[in-house]
């Protein structure tokens, strides 16, 4: 796109940051993303950088690139229906050309964002005089704009230069459920099967609130280990990932690594023990993104003497970007 509207070469010139309508297109304002010296977006302003602290950015982003890729010259007027039909976009009301022309001159227009069962969105505005609507998939290969091969490419570099969250505050005590003695639950729910769950458990004493810490509850330990970060720990994830077509790409991360990963992009973790057998804990992690459509799916081996120690390495098998409409066939035909 750049090339398309001969910026590519002033682009290379600009530091990392948000540029807002710092660029034009046929007349309408462009925005453009930097960060760590990688274009990261191109697109027709049209969201104020008030709106999107209130919208996924995400969307925002796959908004305003679309609607510019669509004008731009190589994209033929004989082929710019079929490309919307073929990307599932369906314009309820109103047109591309007509949203950008509202979005970008109006600044007092009404917007509704609507994600439908985590599988679809909804996207509409409304002017005085104007209004429209679009639906479009929750899909990540159409709203991250990479196919899958290049989503799948990116993971083992995009997870070494992610930085390590801080532990995430404590909650308030009234959204916990006493378990045990002095220990407290956060249940946030399951996903597709009762034992697949997003929970962390917490232990009270002597006026003090903490993360619970002790290995010798399996169950309760591994929860908290594999749901976010905050536990000392040197476990080191050697993850075999599955890639089109049939293949796989093998490396080694440090677990609290892998999770800010998953937790920056704007996962929720949720984490169910398959088997115990002798040492070996065997257990299932899912990363689900909800906003982009997709879950990371990790089948995970370890050793309990390990998971004792706080140490070691952890064998995964990864299966990563699965739409959510596929979750049932790797749950229940291949046994994932």
């Not at 669509?70 to 976009?89: I, V, W």
């Not at 946030?188 to 458990?201: A, C, E, W």
């Amino acid at each position: 796109m750049a090339v398309d509207m001969q910026i590519y070469q002033s682009l290379d010139t600009l530091d990392d940051g948000f540029y807002y309508r710092e660029y034009h297109n046929e007349g309408k304002p462009v925005s453009v993303s930097i960060n760590k010296g990688e274009v990261t977006h191109i697109g027709y302003s049209l969201f104020p950088v008030s709106v999107r602290h209130s919208l996924p950015g995400i969307i925002c982003d796959f908004l305003e690139r679309y609607t510019l890729e669509l004008s731009l010259p190589n994209m033929r007027e004989q082929n710019l229906y079929r490309k919307m039909r073929e990307d599932g976009l369906v314009w309820l009301q109103g047109s591309p050309e007509e949203m950008v022309a509202a979005m970008c001159a109006d600044t007092t227009l009404s917007i509704e964002l609507t994600n439908i069962l985590g599988r679809r969105y909804s996207f509409s505005w409304k002017t005085a005089v104007d209004s429209g609507n679009v639906v479009f998939p929750a899909d990540w290969r159409l709203i991250s704009g990479r196919g899958m091969v290049e989503n799948e490419r990116r993971i083992p570099a995009e997870v070494e230069i992610t930085e390590i969250l801080p532990p995430a505050p404590l909650p308030d005590t009234t959204d916990m459920t006493n378990v045990d003695e002095g220990i407290y639950m956060v249940d946030d729910g399951n996903y597709y099967i009762q034992s697949l769950t997003s929970v962390r458990y917490y232990q009270a004493g002597e006026g003090l609130l903490k993360v619970f810490d002790d290995p010798s509850r399996i169950d309760m330990y591994s929860a908290n280990l594999f749901s976010g970060v905050g536990l000392d720990n040197n476990h080191v994830l050697a993850i075999k990932m599955r890639v089109y077509p049939l293949q796989a790409v093998v490396f080694k991360v440090p677990l609290d690594k892998w999770l800010s990963y998953c937790l920056t992009e704007g996962c929720k973790p949720y984490w169910g023990i398959v088997r115990r057998e002798g040492n070996m804990l065997e257990g299932e992690l899912v990363m689900r993104n909800t906003t982009c459509g997709y879950n990371h799916i990790m089948r995970i081996w370890m050793s309990v003497g390990d998971l004792a120690r706080k140490e070691g390495e952890i064998q995964a098998r990864l299966v990563p970007f699965v739409p959510m409409h596929n979750v049932s066939f790797l749950f229940d035909e291949i046994k994932l």
